[in-house]
């Protein structure tokens, strides 16, 4: 008994020393002042908002289809119906100049921290990425088949995470929020890689 209590002692002592550096850096990277959090909140909430009109419009219970075009006037339809549900659409709806900031120091501290060489090296390998000239509410710019950049898992850790349909996509500097179903801009913010 009492070597079972010291082999559980010894193991758990090595998975906190194994995972205690990487803990410390996830914390570091995701504390925020009181004042970021609120914003990152209120982020959040926007995008909750849009997934959840976007749900009730008729033209979002796309059919599963293996007809490429079908699938891109499906995308189309969806696209002209949440542009015309925001109409009034503009960027910086969801990256505000202060959520922006925000944003930016989290991309700052995150490309600073102990594994930010191997981001920027993953950044710099992944897929290309869409031209950084983005238009709210616009088509997100990946025709010809290009794909789209990933974002890497250990940046994707430290920004607020977004409701089904929703994505980060990366271009050149640019993040931009994606809406996946209708393949369009919502919001981006330029610069927001140092």
Do not use: W
Not at 66 to 73: E, G, I, M, T
Not at 93 to 102: C, K
Not at 108 to 120: A, D, R, Y
Not at 149 to 159: D, N, R
């Amino acid at each position: 008994m009492i070597a079972r209590s010291r082999a559980f002692n010894s193991i758990a002592f090595a998975c906190i020393v194994a995972i205690g550096p990487a803990l410390a850096y996830c914390s570091r990277v995701q504390s925020a002042s009181p004042s970021d959090q609120k914003l990152l909140s209120e982020f959040s909430k926007k995008a909750k908002d849009y997934a959840s009109k976007e749900s009730m419009l008729a033209q979002s219970k796309m059919k599963p289809t293996a007809d490429v075009s079908k699938l891109q006037q499906q995308r189309k339809q969806l696209r002209d119906a949440v542009q015309q549900s925001r109409a009034n659409a503009r960027r910086g709806d969801f990256f505000t100049d202060e959520t922006g900031n925000v944003f930016r120091k989290m991309f700052v501290n995150l490309l600073n921290s102990p594994e930010g060489k191997k981001i920027k090296l993953s950044l710099s390998h992944a897929e290309p990425g869409a031209p950084a000239e983005f238009k709210v509410n616009g088509e997100f710019p990946n025709q010809n088949g290009q794909p789209i950049q990933s974002v890497p898992p250990t940046v994707l850790k430290v920004l607020p995470s977004l409701p089904k349909g929703l994505e980060y996509c990366l271009a050149g500097k640019t993040l931009a929020l994606r809406d996946a179903a209708a393949n369009m801009v919502i919001d981006y913010l330029p610069n927001a890689l140092p």
